[in-house]
């Protein structure tokens, strides 16, 4: 199976928001609601921001928002702020107890 | 709190075989699935395959079927990943991840990660 397919980078302006795809097939992304989005800095372990398509763990900042529309899923960060800029992956489970992960996505804060 | 201890890095040849480690404390072991991830200089995270110690039922990604072995220690709350037959592109970070209760597909909690690199 394929990775799930993210835009390699995406950029904003400090206090701009932006969005970050995320897009599958209705055997994972669109067949499931198991969605889930992981910041990642340079050397260290992903974090988990969003699971569940939508839904933040506690301590996750509210500027952080997943969403999903058929095959794509969407993470948004609002406010951006320069401790955002990071690697970010979304997952999803495929149906066939197995998960694919994103290609990535590189945010830099302008 | 829950945290996820790997063993150190390793340098292997090519052919050859890694045996990572990943000891759990902080929480209940058994029922939670624990489930590998590499990540290739540069490149992006994979998902290798998982194991639930509880059940022992394991799930692997096509790529990986016939090559990784998951196991789990209950006593000693420890999950082992074994990678055989290692090629100079399995050269990458190998990481553990907890699954959250009722969640099999959210990564909770990670461990620090293993260097594993190939080299003749």
């Known amino acids: 199976q394929s990775a799930l397919s993210q835009p390699a980078s995406v950029s904003g302006s400090p206090g701009q928001s932006i969005t970050v795809s995320c897009t599958g097939t209705s055997s994972d992304v669109g067949g499931h609601d198991y969605v889930s989005w992981y910041q990642q800095y340079p050397g260290k372990a992903p974090k988990l921001l969003v699971y569940g398509v939508s839904k933040r763990p506690s301590g996750i900042s509210n500027r952080f928002s997943g969403s999903k529309s058929g095959n794509t899923a969407s993470l948004t960060i609002s406010g951006l702020q320069a401790e955002d800029e990071a690697n970010y992956y979304c997952s999803s489970y495929t149906g066939s107890a197995t998960l694919l992960f994103g290609g990535g996505t590189k945010v830099t804060v302008l | 709190q829950v945290q996820l201890v790997q063993s150190g890095a390793e340098v292997k040849k090519p052919g050859s075989a890694v045996k990572v480690s990943c000891k759990a404390s902080g929480d209940t072991f058994s029922s939670n699935a624990i489930s590998w991830v590499r990540q290739a200089p540069g490149q992006g995270l994979e998902w290798m395959g998982s194991?639930?110690?509880?059940?022992?039922?394991?799930n692997f990604a096509q790529k990986f079927r016939g090559r990784v072995t998951i196991t789990a220690d209950e006593p000693t709350s420890t999950v082992y990943m074994e990678l055989n037959s290692l090629r100079y592109e399995d050269t990458a970070v190998y990481y553990c991840?907890?699954?959250?209760?009722?969640?099999?597909?959210?990564?909770?909690?990670w461990g620090q990660g293993t260097l594993v690199s190939v080299s003749s």
């Open positions: 991840a907890r699954s959250a209760s009722g969640d099999w597909a959210r990564f909770d909690y």
């Open positions: 194991i639930i110690p509880l059940s022992g039922t394991r």
